[in-house]
């Protein structure tokens, strides 16, 4: 993770605060155990999409760790929000009027970043709104502080729709001149996410929102193919996995030659065969469609998964592995000596993306931080 960071922080230069997105549970990472991590590697910005996320991060996070909301906060929560100090994205009018009212009634300031839309369609204030919203923040100095303006680029990972991010970098640099002209100063200007800082040097401005590569993902083949290019290498691997996946044996067992292994026919033996039984299946993040297909590492092998994914169990063929036994580790994502199982090799079967994969992974899986 450390490594991740410092990669992170070599490419965007020593000045814009990298603000580490910690979502769906810090990608599936656990925000418990990562977020004090990320702090010892250097970071004390956090993205979440939700003030429930921001309820999690601040419970573990230190005291002087900013926490950003750039998603869904209900008015319920603001006063909440506002009395901590978190900041938070602001899309519409309305949000703006009621943490106005809220932070005027409390007398502590909202730390407001303006999201304007610039071409993505999600979320992101109008041009039409923008002069109301800007009027609203000069008009309450008092209780409006203008932390941040902000955008979101859509698919900047992918070289294909490059035409879409350079209207959306046109669209922003217009808006913000609105901004200066109105005579409003944001304290920072920020647009860039993993793939945009680790490959489009002009997205970087004073603050960096890096989820997927700070977990050791590339966004995409195309953001890789980019670093090789501008680093002139024909292969590297500064970003490392932070994450290993491990259960153990639960069971073992012989079987016949012809035996069905599992629900229904979906496997047959073909020979005698010794199995083993793993205590966790689809409920716990595995994928079902992993099912005769997926691989786990035991004792330093792979071991080929036999029949259905089921909701708690499926079960390997550790045919080739005597030595194995009940209460074996079993990696189902990591390194055991010189074997790997990244995330990829889901993904490949799955259709699912790397970050799908990762964030869907339980909060009841117990996860420990290790050296
Ligand atoms: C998820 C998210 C990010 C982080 O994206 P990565 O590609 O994982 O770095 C940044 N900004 C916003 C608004 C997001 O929703």
């Not at 012809?258 to 993040?285: C, E, F, H, W």
Request: charged share 25%; aromatic share 8%; glycine share 8%.
């Amino acid at each position: 993770m450390k490594q991740n960071t410092n990669f992170i922080r070599k490419k965007i230069g020593d000045k814009a605060i990298i603000s580490s997105v910690v979502k769906a549970n810090a990608f599936g990472h656990g925000i418990e155990t990562f977020v004090p991590m990320a702090e010892k590697a250097g970071i004390h910005h956090f993205s979440v999409a939700s003030s429930f996320e921001a309820r999690e991060v601040s419970q573990v996070c230190s005291a002087d760790s900013t926490i950003m909301i750039m998603g869904i906060l209900y008015d319920e929560d603001l006063e909440w929000v506002i009395k901590h100090k978190i900041e938070f994205f602001v899309f519409d009018i309305p949000r703006l009027k009621k943490a106005r009212e809220i932070a005027e009634k409390l007398g502590i300031k909202a730390r407001i970043h303006l999201e304007v839309e610039t071409g993505g369609n999600r979320t992101g204030l109008e041009r039409s709104s923008l002069k109301d919203a800007l009027t609203l923040l000069k008009n309450n100095r008092k209780h409006l502080q203008f932390e941040g303006f902000c955008t979101h680029y859509a698919g900047i990972e992918s070289l294909s729709n490059q035409f879409r991010i350079v209207q959306q970098q046109q669209t922003f640099n217009e808006l913000a001149k609105v901004v200066e002209k109105a005579g409003l100063t944001p304290k920072l200007y920020h647009t860039a996410c993993s793939a945009a800082a680790l490959a489009f040097p002009d997205t970087v401005m004073d603050l960096v929102r890096i989820g997927t590569a700070q977990y050791g993902m590339w966004p995409s083949p195309d953001i890789y193919n980019l670093h090789l290019q501008q680093t002139g290498k024909s292969k590297d691997a500064p970003l490392k996995r932070v994450l290993t996946w491990k259960t153990n044996i639960m069971h073992t067992k012989e079987v016949e030659k012809g035996d069905y292994v599992g629900y229904g026919t979906n496997y047959q033996s073909k020979t005698k065969m010794r199995i083993a039984v793993l205590p966790l299946g689809y409920s716990n993040g595995y994928p079902r469609a992993l099912s005769n297909k997926g691989v786990v590492l035991i004792r330093g092998k792979k071991a080929p998964v036999v029949g259905l994914i089921n909701m708690n169990v499926f079960m390997v063929d550790i045919s080739h592995i005597p030595e194995a036994n009940v209460g074996d580790e079993v990696v189902l994502i990591g390194r055991m000596m010189k074997q790997v199982i990244g995330i990829r090799s889901f993904t490949e079967v799955t259709n699912a993306i790397n970050n799908e994969l990762v964030s869907r992974l339980p909060a009841a899986i117990p996860r420990y931080a290790v050296k």
